[in-house]
């Protein structure tokens, strides 16, 4: 009771960490938060063939226990945004790191389905409330010049773990033992939990005066639970099947509602309204896209893998396209040229499907080329779209931009590839053809995306800006100007008068 009365209460706490202000050690201290459950996600299908028989799960329920870590990281986006808006975020740091560490020790010594499956439920939770909690705050908290390392950090970390996840599941798959990784995993959380504590630094709430928002974190509970229960339900029903088509569409319809409802609601978790102008919604559009694409591309290819007989070892490329992209995005950061990297990026990726359509023989060759694109093409894409999404507001609306921006790309990363994997499983006369028949809805589907943020642009205007970072960081406006919707076709064909340029404002209270 003490401790919840601590955590609870806005007296401030005057003892701070003996590394409390250092830049490095709070980089150390994301890092350790968010890349462990990034790494499983993507390690854990060559390992499933190991865990399954250890904790008495099949291929469903394996399956199920990564759709539902899926919806649990989802879900925590909007739960964090709630959370450290009416308590103190730094404590609840320390409190997500103890939670994390202790579901993956559970889940490394788990020889049952309930314990295995509840670990990485709270894993997949606890990531998200720790990436909307202490990046922001690494973004922000730091003079300006160190943003170009945080850029740079974050994306080669977070871009960095998933893209190195399918070689180290090879690894500990031909090692025999899924559990080491688990315990590595536990360890890392024991790194955050320790500099969570050796950083610390009270802090207060985001907006105490925002009321609990029952009905947005029930539609995300309901949306995120329900779509990705549906999805995991591919594995051995087919897309009619009312098991999957009845979750899916339900979740679809919550996911929606809670977006509307955002739009509309007083005090918003997440700026709907506020995001609603050309540049914000060309980058989570952008953001979708290359979240989706680039998920189905390297699912589509860990099947081409495992049945080919290939070495993980063929995924190595994709890390060092992660670095490099992550050195290009630090060095461009300052300049006008942001969003056309990340529109860069996305083109990138829907070559990179193209190129795949090639892959499904096994050719080593096509798949080496392929994953280094995927890597080129998500850190190119992914990390600078949300940072153009950011700097069109301004900065103190960063947790609930990134709240936004990662609740609608993981949505579409993990509930878009479960269905491209059931479409190369079952369509065609072999597993080869039905890859190559995926991997080109993959390739429309991405052309579909560099369409869309084409034409969102096209009908609002966009005029390369250096972003004003000093301005930004300081809370006095947004770092970059963007137009309203269709502004550019209004001011050619007449109608409705001068455009006005920035980010609209009047969203209630939580505009400060």
């Known amino acids: 009771m003490l401790a919840l009365r601590s955590l609870t209460s806005l007296r401030p706490?005057?003892?701070?960490?003996?590394?409390?202000?250092?830049?490095?050690?709070?980089?150390?201290?994301?890092?350790?938060?968010?890349?462990?459950?990034?790494?499983?996600?993507s390690s854990i299908p060559p390992l499933s063939g190991l865990i399954g028989p250890d904790v008495g799960l099949g291929d469903s329920g394996m399956e199920m226990s990564a759709g539902m870590a899926d919806a649990a990281y989802c879900f925590g986006t909007i739960l964090a945004v709630q959370l450290t808006a009416?308590?103190?975020?730094?404590?609840?740091?320390?409190?997500?790191?103890?939670?994390?560490?202790?579901?993956?020790?559970?889940?490394?010594?788990?020889?049952?389905?309930?314990?295995?499956?509840?670990?990485?439920?709270v894993q997949g939770l606890t990531t998200s409330l720790m990436l909307i909690t202490?990046?922001?705050?690494?973004?922000?908290?730091?003079?300006?010049p160190r943003l170009r390392s945080t850029a740079m950090v974050m994306n080669m970390g977070i871009f960095g773990a998933v893209a190195i996840g399918p070689v180290i599941g090879g690894a500990f798959a031909g090692l025999g033992d899924w559990r080491a990784l688990f315990w590595i995993a536990a360890g890392v959380g024991a790194l955050a939990l320790a500099m969570s504590f050796l950083t610390f630094s009270d802090m207060a709430p985001m907006d105490r005066e925002v009321d609990f928002d029952f009905e947005s974190l029930a539609l995300a509970s309901i949306g995120c639970t329900a779509a990705f229960f549906g999805?995991?339900?591919?594995?051995?029903?087919?897309?009619?099947?009312?098991?999957?088509?009845i979750p899916m569409a339900l979740g679809a319809a919550c996911l929606v509602g809670l977006v509307a409802h955002q739009a509309y609601v007083k005090d918003p978790l997440m700026p709907v309204r506020q995001l609603g102008h050309t540049i914000p919604l060309a980058a989570i559009a952008l953001a979708m896209s290359a979240g989706a694409g680039s998920v189905a591309l390297v699912g589509l290819l860990q099947l081409t893998i495992e049945?080919?007989?290939?070495?993980?070892?063929?995924?190595?490329?994709?890390?060092?396209?992660?670095?490099?992209t992550a050195c290009a995005f630090g060095y461009l950061l300052f300049t006008r040229y942001v969003p056309v990297?990340?529109?860069?990026?996305?083109?990138?990726?829907?070559?990179?499907?193209?190129?795949?359509?090639?892959?499904?023989?096994?050719?080593?060759?096509?798949?080496?080329?392929?994953?280094?694109?995927?890597?080129?093409?998500?850190?190119?894409a992914v990390a600078p779209g949300l940072f153009v999404a950011g700097f069109a507001l301004p900065s103190p609306q960063l947790p609930r931009i990134f709240a936004l921006v990662e609740l609608l790309r993981g949505v579409a990363a993990f509930f878009t590839a479960p269905l491209l994997i059931h479409l190369a499983v079952t369509s065609g006369p072999d597993l080869a053809s039905g890859v190559e028949s995926a991997t080109w809805v993959t390739f429309g589907l991405l052309l579909a995306g560099v369409a869309a943020v084409a034409a969102i642009v096209?009908?609002?205007?966009?005029?390369?800006?250096?972003?004003?970072?000093?301005?930004?960081?300081?809370?006095?406006?947004?770092?970059?100007?963007?137009?309203?919707?269709?502004?550019?076709?209004?001011?050619?064909?007449?109608?409705?008068?001068?455009?006005?340029?920035?980010?609209?404002?009047?969203?209630?209270p939580s505009d400060s």
Not at 134 to 144: N, Q, S
Not at 231 to 245: C, D, E, K, Q, Y
């Open 13 to 41: 706490i005057s003892w701070r960490g003996p590394l409390a202000g250092d830049y490095w050690p709070a980089v150390a201290m994301v890092l350790a938060a968010l890349t462990p459950f990034l790494v499983l996600t």
């Open 134 to 144: 202490a990046a922001p705050a690494l973004v922000l908290g730091f003079p300006t």
């Open 86 to 121: 009416r308590l103190p975020g730094r404590r609840l740091l320390v409190l997500y790191a103890a939670v994390f560490t202790l579901a993956s020790v559970v889940t490394a010594t788990a020889s049952a389905p309930a314990p295995f499956f509840i670990g990485r439920l």
């Open 307 to 324: 049945s080919q007989h290939l070495s993980t070892a063929l995924f190595w490329p994709e890390l060092g396209g992660a670095v490099l």
């Open 458 to 508: 096209a009908a609002g205007g966009l005029r390369l800006q250096a972003p004003d970072i000093d301005h930004w960081q300081e809370g006095e406006g947004p770092a970059i100007d963007s137009a309203p919707l269709g502004a550019a076709l209004r001011r050619r064909f007449g109608s409705g008068g001068p455009a006005q340029v920035g980010a609209p404002s009047g969203c209630g």
């Open 341 to 380: 990297l990340a529109f860069t990026g996305l083109l990138c990726l829907a070559g990179t499907a193209l190129l795949l359509t090639g892959a499904a023989d096994g050719n080593t060759t096509v798949i080496a080329l392929g994953t280094g694109g995927i890597g080129v093409g998500v850190g190119a």
């Open 231 to 245: 999805a995991s339900n591919l594995v051995a029903h087919s897309f009619t099947s009312p098991v999957v088509l």
